[in-house]
């Protein structure tokens, strides 16, 4: 019996998950399918719950909405509050993980960045925000610097963090809300994970130069993705500071959500990002994620 997965977010139409999955499904010779789904807000968790279903990824805006239809939610899920992978068990229950964690782990390992002991800059408090402070605490950084536009969303942000840290103490002196980037302060990483980038003709999160917000920093990741890397990333790489956009973090948690749904399979990961990048060279425009890698 073929197994259907299926993505749910709101817009999907630029979603390049169908080709990794689909990939990966035909590579490890499985009986499954995956599908993009245009879906209302009200929608999710029928869905989710509809018996045709073997399971699936979420993105924007629903993954807040995808966590509460879980019946057996994961750690990351209950510390982020988000949800963008879920699969059916045995006994019928939803179950659901947090993988864009896990995806930031292997798209930072993959830059060569290593969290311990790190010193971070954190552009937005979004979603995704939540995700990145959840993987860096968990990945041993001495600090993360949130800086937001809105501030209340930033101390919402480290409440919450707090709230579900393994070591709180630790959390609450590593988290902190940024009304900017210390001028002449050096950073090891510097992580955007605001919206910034989707559309063609945004500005910078930050500009990295000598002549934008101040600080110096060693490394730089973007959640968007796009083909051929994001101008914020180009941006970076020109001033010699390494730098990756948000497909590693995508291809990363798609693998980790193949691997929830098939226990014991190995994702085949350098195939699914060759279709990625196969996927985004082919369209005809300049294409992004959604900002949270997945998408």
């Known amino acids: 019996m073929t197994l259907r997965f299926v993505l749910l977010g709101d817009p999907v139409r630029h979603s390049i998950?169908?080709?990794?999955?689909?990939?990966?499904?035909?590579?490890?010779?499985?009986d499954a399918e995956y599908t993009a789904r245009r879906t209302a807000p009200g929608e999710v968790g029928s869905i989710m719950r509809s018996a045709g279903l073997a399971g699936g990824n979420v993105t924007l805006p629903h993954k807040l909405r995808a966590a509460r239809a879980l019946t057996r939610p994961s750690a990351a899920v209950r510390a982020t509050?988000?949800?963008?992978?879920?699969?059916?068990?045995?006994?019928?229950?939803?179950?659901?993980?947090?993988?864009?964690?896990?995806?930031?782990?292997?798209?930072?390992?993959?830059?060569?960045?290593?969290p311990q002991g790190g010193r971070v800059l954190l552009l937005g408090a979004g979603g995704a925000a939540?995700?990145?402070?959840?993987?860096?605490?968990?990945?041993g950084v001495s600090s993360?610097?949130?800086?937001?536009?809105?501030?209340?969303?930033?101390?919402?942000?480290?409440?919450?963090a707090l709230a579900h840290?393994?070591?709180?103490?630790?959390?609450a002196d590593a988290v902190r809300v940024a009304a900017a980037p210390h001028p002449g302060a050096t950073y090891d990483l510097v992580l955007n994970s605001t919206s910034l980038g989707l559309s063609p003709g945004d500005p910078f999160p930050l500009d990295l130069g000598?002549?934008?917000?101040?600080?110096?920093?060693?490394?730089?990741?973007?959640?968007?993705?796009?083909?051929?890397?994001t101008a914020w990333i180009r941006h970076a790489r020109t001033l010699g500071i390494r730098a990756t956009d948000g497909l590693d973090m995508l291809v990363g948690q798609a693998a980790l959500s193949l691997e929830?749904?098939?226990?014991?399979?190995?994702?085949?990961?350098?195939?699914?990002?060759e279709a990625?990048?196969?996927?985004?060279?082919a369209r005809s425009g300049p294409e992004s994620g959604d900002g949270s890698g997945t998408g």
């Open 17 to 30: 998950s169908p080709a990794m999955h689909r990939a990966a499904f035909e590579i490890r010779e499985l």
């Open 81 to 114: 509050g988000a949800c963008n992978c879920w699969w059916r068990r045995t006994d019928g229950e939803l179950a659901g993980d947090n993988t864009d964690v896990g995806g930031l782990r292997i798209a930072l390992s993959r830059l060569g960045f290593q």
């Open 130 to 139: 939540r995700a990145a402070v959840h993987a860096l605490l968990e990945g």
């Open 144 to 160: 993360v610097e949130i800086l937001n536009r809105t501030p209340a969303r930033a101390h919402a942000l480290r409440d919450r």
């Open 165 to 171: 840290a393994t070591d709180a103490a630790r959390a």
């Open 210 to 229: 000598p002549g934008g917000h101040g600080g110096r920093f060693g490394a730089a990741v973007d959640m968007v993705y796009a083909a051929g890397g």
């Open 260 to 273: 929830r749904w098939f226990p014991g399979l190995e994702a085949p990961f350098e195939a699914m990002r």
């Open 276 to 281: 990625a990048v196969a996927e985004l060279a």
